[in-house]
């Protein structure tokens, strides 16, 4: 059933460099039900989210943010529909050159629509909510990894999205920048925003999220709950969750 307040794609297929990606793939992100796609490094998981931003165009098949089709649309047509989705990139793409603050607050200084002293205000609420105010005025240089990890959620909470996307929101963390991770996703998603995350982490998948896409040469292999997909009998699904000697040069 097709949601209108969703963000879909409908059979996309997508190449590079003669590689396909993508090959009639479709995927719905209803709100308030927190997916996960998981996949192999070199999947095409980033490559999806992508897409559902408009960032790359597919070769084929449409995707809709709400009831609006942005395929083969100029970028300037479906902006105030794409504010509705922030992303985490997995290496945080901070501003080397701005502090945190200044990072957090970028998007809403650029739009033009509230005064220094709101944009302020909104900065420190959400730095606070992520437990980094005592960043506010350091560079990314000066951080850890994962509290720049938290420092790019708290620029994405700033222009109050609906969606949020994490591209590998865990790599290189340790287990303590993973649990902060974890329960910030959940503290997210209790105050009502939608999480779309994509990872090969199967603790934090499984903590965060209730149903689970499962990407595997270009096709959506499963779809489905935690339980349902480890009791899969799907081979690659299998194999994914339970690794034997046989996956060693996969």
Do not use: W
């Amino acid at each position: 059933m097709i949601s209108n307040d969703s963000i879909r794609m409908e059979k996309i297929c997508y190449s590079i460099g003669g590689r396909r990606i993508l090959e009639n793939f479709d995927f719905q992100l209803e709100r308030g039900l927190n997916r996960t796609i998981l996949g192999v490094s070199g999947a095409g998981k980033t490559t999806i989210l992508k897409l559902l931003l408009g960032l790359l165009a597919p070769d084929s098949g449409s995707v809709y943010i709400g009831d609006l089709c942005i395929t083969g649309q100029p970028e300037t047509s479906f902006m105030q529909q794409r504010k509705r989705i922030a992303i985490v990139f997995q290496g945080g793409a901070l501003f080397d050159s701005m502090t945190v603050g200044e990072n957090v607050g970028y998007r809403l200084l650029e739009e033009g629509k509230l005064s220094q002293a709101e944009i302020s205000k909104i900065v420190l609420e959400k730095l606070s909510f992520v437990g980094v105010e005592a960043a506010l005025d350091l560079y990314p240089d000066e951080l850890s990894g994962g509290m720049k990890k938290r420092v790019a959620i708290a620029r994405a909470l700033a222009a109050d999205p609906d969606y949020i996307f994490f591209d590998e929101p865990t790599t290189g963390l340790d287990p303590i920048g993973v649990y902060n991770i974890c329960n910030l996703m959940q503290r997210l998603q209790a105050e009502g925003k939608t999480t779309l995350m994509v990872t090969h982490d199967l603790v934090t998948a499984f903590a965060t999220s209730q149903r689970f896409t499962f990407l595997h040469n270009a096709r959506m292999l499963f779809e489905g709950s935690e339980d349902e997909m480890k009791a899969s009998n799907i081979p690659e699904v299998r194999e994914f969750l339970e690794p034997t000697d046989n996956s060693l040069f996969i």
